[in-house]
């Protein structure tokens, strides 16, 4: 029988110490290859992407999504039970969907993300408290060569800070984020495919451009908690209870997806 991760105590208050936690393996090889396979075929998201210029002129794509209707290997991971329950736990509450998103970062092409609060962004959806968090799965393996996540360790004990446009992006006040780091711990969370970065929405983040021949895809599941009032918007619902599938759904529903799309091909 497989058995799946669910949060320690010890995890739960690395959290909240550092602002984020890093799962090795979350999922497992056949999973994510599953979840990289159907992505990287997957026209009608893909050619829904759309590029978001960096503060150099390099496109960082993105697609996004809230729809939670059907049973494809996207809805799976975001409601497995693995991913739902250490949300709930590291955000001491019932965690909900907010949407879940695809930042694509193409070999030699792929874009930064500049520094930021996902709150920064949230903050204007009328979102209440920054009682929210997101999961970064690696899809590729995540180097600095193909630019990983970079996040400040402890930042979100800062609070919210100003945000205002980087390139077409929303970006950190560039003052605050530069005393964040003469006094915090800069880590670049180098992952292997599978491996899952869980953090808080004030937690300020950022990702360089891919100088590499490698693509760095990540798959990001955002969550809110259930007593923090969010304006219900389009791509950013209000609380709407999180039905959790079986840990068993990711492979099942992966495997049938998969073998439909090669049918369809
Ligand atoms: O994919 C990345 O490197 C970061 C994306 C990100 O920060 C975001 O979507 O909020």
Redesign the pocket.
């Known amino acids: 029988m497989n058995t799946f991760y669910s949060p320690s105590p010890r995890d739960a208050s690395i959290y909240q110490m550092d602002g984020f936690l890093i799962v090795p393996g979350l999922f497992d090889e056949e999973e994510i290859s599953l979840l990289r396979n159907i992505a990287r075929a997957d026209r009608e998201k893909t050619e829904r992407a759309h590029g978001v210029q960096d503060t150099g002129q390099a496109l ?1 794509k ?1 697609w996004l999504s809230s729809d939670t209707t059907r049973k494809d290997i996207y809805n799976a991971v975001c409601h497995s039970k693995r991913m739902a329950n250490t949300m709930s736990c590291l955000l001491s509450d019932e965690a909900y969907l907010y949407h879940y ?1 695809m ?1 694509m ?1 193409e070999p030699l092409a792929g874009g ?2 500049e520094w ?1 609060q ?1 709150y920064g ?1 949230w903050y204007n959806n009328g979102c209440l408290t920054p009682n929210m968090a ?1 999961c ?1 799965i690696a899809v590729d393996n ?1 180097t600095r060569e193909n ?3 970079q996040l400040i360790k402890g930042s979100h004990h800062m609070g919210r800070i100003e945000h205002g446009k980087a390139g077409q992006q929303t970006g950190a006040d560039e003052a605050r984020v530069e005393l964040a780091l003469q006094h915090m711990e800069l880590v670049y969370a180098e992952m292997e495919a599978g491996d899952a970065l869980f953090f808080h929405s004030n937690t300020l ?3 360089d451009q891919n100088h590499s021949s490698h693509p ?1 895809w ?1 798959f ?1 599941c955002c969550y809110n908690a259930r007593h923090n009032p969010c304006e219900n918007r389009s791509g950013h619902p209000s609380y709407t209870p999180l039905d959790i599938w079986p840990d068993e759904d990711v492979l099942a529903i992966g495997r049938e997806q998969w073998e439909n799309m090669a049918v369809a091909q």
């Open positions: 960082s993105i998103k930042t970062k930064a993300w930021h996902d962004y997101s970064y995540a630019g990983c996540m983040h950022r990702s760095r990540g990001i």
